[in-house]
C-alpha cells in the first residue's frame, strides 16, 4: 500500500479503515462527478460563486 510506504506501517489499519468507508467512497463519487458536471479536467481549478476562473494562476503565488 503507498500509503504505509509513506506514513509507516503504524497507520496502515487507519487508512484501511478509511478506504473501506462507504460514506467517504459515496462522498468521493459524488465529489468527483459534480466536478466532472462542471468541467473540471485538472487540478487546480478555480471556481467563484460558481463559475470558473480562467487562467488563475498558481496556488503558490497568492498573496491574499
Known sequence: ?????????????VLKSGLN???SDRA???SFKYSASRGV?????FYVNGFVLP????????GG
Open 55 to 62: 487562467d488563475a494562476g498558481s496556488p503558490l503565488d497568492f
Open 21 to 23: 468507508n462507504t460514506i
Open 28 to 30: 468521493t463519487r459524488v
Open 41 to 45: 479536467y485538472g487540478t487546480p481549478t
Open 1 to 13: 500500500m503507498l500509503g504505509t510506504a509513506t506514513l509507516g506501517n503504524s497507520y496502515r489499519h
